[in-house]
């Protein structure tokens, strides 16, 4: 690489900042000429040297405050934004996550257990700083890490307008190839509302339990596939048995396992279009139908790219 | 980890597989490389079950036969797959099944052979199988490209190990979507005629009536 090129990389950083072209240029020329440093050792050398004399942040070099319209698909970034929405973590390593915004956008975001912050709260503006961008099920996502900071800001930060669809919400269609065990008609701890197989919690013992429907299993489409989690509301509407109709066919074959045989019977192998959320673990299904394609127009689409 | 996805391919390209993979440590998934380059460990299948029996009187192991428009599969369901087994009792044949299964590689003394260990087999219809066989055959189109472009590592390792005919795979799906496309277009001629009587009947009432 020229070293003017180095020159320009460096400025167009510090440019904001004050620092001159020749100043950049002087000090990359001693150490690449006087002293024989490689090019890369050099320019991290004065990036650094910069970074302390103006007194400037790193993070603000290294994750420069972004809109979030123009968030890539790496990288790091700092944004000013509102909690718009808090949703449920799905796993102990995860402190908060849900949806942030600002006027030009709204995107997912993840506080993980391990980076030791306070809590955000809804509709509380925050500058995030330093937080990491990454895609997960093709969605980008901010992740604060230990090394990001959030601090609450007074301002009130306004938000685009969130779609009626909720940003977040994602469309999967696929078959429904597993059911896994703890589905069906299921005991819950009163206190923890965790799974409490025979009236026993594992953090709680022997516990007074509540019954409740849903069904844990996979959706996968020939290339990709998830966990997913469906609740009563959903069931309900797509096999048309809620909590009571459950607890009935409990009570009339003797078991709870009738439920699940039951929704097997009708689910299992069966083309589903699902809506929901994308958490890290699950798909928490917030509508799902029997998908049914036009079969005959599909073929002749497919023959005529054969031809 | 991450559950390993129930893979599309019809009969024809997992019967004439016989390449294992074997990646890494004992617990390692195994996987079957197929001649158009899918590295494979779980299927899902829609097709008619053709067979079902008991290896053995008592041996509480029954083989089945599941066919696609391009050939059949063969699976062995036994008590470590007690779900399934549970299922596959109360479903009678010939009748449209959907199963997820594992792939397994048999040797023989002369050849190998694939055959599936279902772990959950259900009913199906056959809305459900005309989508298993269109998303079959656009996986298997995919893959015919892959291998043609030698797109990726495992495309060009099977072109290499099975020398694979592709014009022989394309005329394969080609064939089954053609089979696909007359059964709907007989399908809507019958539903034209049935609509025609209907119609010869309406006007054979209504003249009836100024008589
Ligand atoms: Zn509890």
Redesign the interface.
């Known amino acids: 690489m020229r070293i003017e090129e180095l020159v320009d990389r460096i400025y167009s950083i510090f440019k904001e900042y004050g620092v001159s072209r020749k100043e950049i240029m002087d000090r990359l020329k001693l150490l690449i000429y006087e002293f024989k440093v490689p090019e890369n050792e050099a320019y991290t050398t004065v990036v650094n040297y910069l970074l302390k004399e103006y007194k400037i942040p790193k993070y603000e070099v290294l994750a420069p405050l972004t809109k979030i319209a123009e968030i890539g698909s790496s990288g790091r970034v700092s944004v000013k934004v509102k909690v718009i929405q808090l949703w449920e973590p799905v796993s102990p390593s995860i402190s908060q996550t849900g949806l942030i915004g600002d006027e030009t956008g709204v995107i997912r975001f993840l506080i993980w257990a391990k980076a030791g912050k306070p809590e955000v709260q809804e509709n509380k503006s925050y500058v995030f700083r330093n937080v990491v961008v990454d895609e997960f099920a093709g969605m980008k996502r901010l992740n604060v890490t230990r090394f990001s900071e959030i601090e609450e800001i007074s301002e009130d930060v306004k938000v685009a307008e969130v779609p009626a669809k909720v940003y977040g919400e994602v469309e999967f269609i696929g078959?429904l190839?597993?059911?896994h065990q703890n589905s069906g008609l299921i005991q819950r701890c009163s206190q923890c509302n965790r799974i409490a197989k025979g009236g026993n919690c594992i953090v709680h013992g022997k516990v007074k339990t509540v019954d409740d429907l849903r069904i844990r299993g996979?959706v996968?489409?020939?290339?990709?596939?998830y966990?997913i989690l469906m609740g009563e509301e959903v069931i309900k509407k797509l096999v048309g048995i809620d909590l009571e109709t459950a607890k009935k066919i409990a009570q009339e074959n003797l078991e709870r396992k009738a439920v699940l045989d039951e929704l097997?019977?009708k689910l299992?192998?069966?083309?589903l279009k699902i809506v929901g959320f994308l958490g890290v673990r699950f798909f928490r299904v917030t509508y799902a139908e029997f998908?049914?394609?036009n079969?005959?127009e599909?073929?002749?689409k497919?023959?005529e790219?054969?031809k | 980890m991450k559950r390993e996805v129930a893979r599309r391919v019809f009969a024809k390209e997992l019967n004439n597989s016989t390449h294992v993979i074997r990646s890494g440590g004992e617990k390692a998934p195994v996987y079957l490389l197929t001649p158009l380059g899918l590295r494979c460990n779980r299927v899902f299948v829609v097709g008619a079950l053709l067979e079902k029996e008991e290896t053995k009187p008592e041996s509480g192991i029954w083989r089945i036969r599941v066919s696609d428009p391009t050939g059949s599969f063969v699976g062995y369901i036994g008590k470590f797959q007690p779900e399934a087994l549970e299922m596959l009792l109360d479903i009678d044949y010939p009748s449209i099944v959907s199963l997820t299964a594992k792939v397994k590689v048999l040797e023989g003394i002369k050849k190998k052979f694939v055959i599936l260990r279902p772990e959950m087999i259900n009913t199906a219809d056959p809305d459900v199988r005309d989508r298993w066989i269109i998303e079959a055959a656009k996986c298997t189109i995919e893959r015919i490209k892959d291998v043609e472009l030698g797109k990726t590592e495992d495309a060009k390792i099977a072109k290499e190990i099975y020398k694979t005919d592709l014009e022989d795979y394309k005329r394969t799906v080609k064939d089954v979507l053609m089979k696909l496309k007359e059964e709907f277009e007989l399908l809507e001629e019958v539903e034209e005629e049935e609509l025609e009587l209907e119609i010869e009947e309406e006007e054979f009432d209504i003249k009836d009536l100024f008589e």
Do not use: C, Q, R
Not at chain 1, 220 to 225: C, F, H, K, L, V
Not at chain 1, 268 to 271: A, D, Q, R
């Open positions: 078959s190839v597993a059911i996979v996968d489409n020939g290339i990709e596939n966990e097997k019977k299992l192998g069966k083309y998908y049914k394609p079969i005959k599909e073929v002749e497919i023959l790219e054969l």
